[in-house]
T-cell receptor, first 114, second 115 residues
Framework: GENVEQHPSTLSVQEGDSAVIKCTYS??????FPWYKQELGKGPQLIID?????GEKKDQRIAVTLNKTAKHFSLHITETQPEDSAVYFC?????????????FGKGTLLTVNP | GAGVSQSPRYKVAKRGQDVALRCDPI?????LFWYQQALGQGPEFLTY????????KSGLPSDRFFAERPEGSVSTLKIQRTQQEDSAVYLC?????????????FGPGTRLLVL
């Protein structure tokens, strides 16, 4: 089955700096890669996703890049703000049938210091 | 609109007790997923429904875990004879169906503590 590795496990940045979180996956058939933000006591919330026919996607301060050859994808947050502090999870899924179950990384605790 | 809701939000059970966790998906969402999230870990897939049909239960850790969605809307995850290792957050997610992978929307989770 799919295996997703995520690094780093913790990341501390100063407000205004950029943050980068990296993930690798094992199943070359995976073609959907969402990123979720989880705040304490809440469920994961989708912040951005990318599909395998796209190399990069941007939404305001958030961008995701995908390298299918290397099976890497990364989350980039620019101009970080204290409210960006949370746990971020990458995930991978493959189409086929109708079960698009997600395989998650172990998460990155991002702390943005004011 | 209303998101995915789960109840109860917190549940404390004594080892050996049975528990039932409820998920109300977003209205109109055909697909429903259950995930288990251990402390400090990412969510792990348990089971998947399309309407009332349970199409994948490969992630259920033992036969003590049982899930149902009898009318294709509300789903219940039942854990029989709870063990301490069952302590975790149980997340429910729903999505539209279709040929292209659709976004999964998560509920707030039920935090289960087995003493």
């Amino acid at each position: 089955g799919e295996n997703v590795e995520q690094h780093p496990s913790t990341l501390s940045v100063q407000e205004g700096d950029s943050a980068v979180i990296k993930c690798t996956y094992s199943d070359s058939a995976s073609n959907y890669f969402p990123w979720y933000k989880q705040e304490l006591g809440k469920g994961p919330q989708l912040i951005i996703d990318i599909r395998s026919n796209v190399g990069e996607k941007k939404d305001q301060r958030i961008a995701v890049t995908l390298n299918k050859t290397a099976k890497h994808f990364s989350l980039h947050i620019t101009e970080t703000q204290p409210e960006d502090s949370a746990v971020y999870f990458c995930a991978a899924s493959r189409s086929g049938g109708s079960n698009y179950k997600l395989t998650f990384g172990k998460g990155t605790l991002l702390t943005v210091n004011p | 609109g209303a998101g995915v809701s789960q109840s109860p939000r917190y549940k404390v059970a004594k080892r050996g007790q049975d528990v039932a966790l409820r998920c109300d998906p977003i209205s109109g969402h055909v697909s429903l997923f259950w995930y288990q999230q251990a402390l400090g870990q990412g969510p792990e897939f348990l089971t998947y429904f399309q309407n009332e049909a349970q199409l994948d239960k490969s992630g259920l850790p033992s036969d003590r875990f049982f899930a149902e969605r009898p009318e294709g809307s509300v789903s219940t995850l039942k854990i029989q004879r709870t063990q301490q290792e069952d302590s975790a957050v149980y997340l429910c997610a729903s999505s539209l169906a279709g040929g292209v992978i659709k976004t999964q929307y998560f509920g707030p989770g039920t935090r289960l503590l087995v003493l």
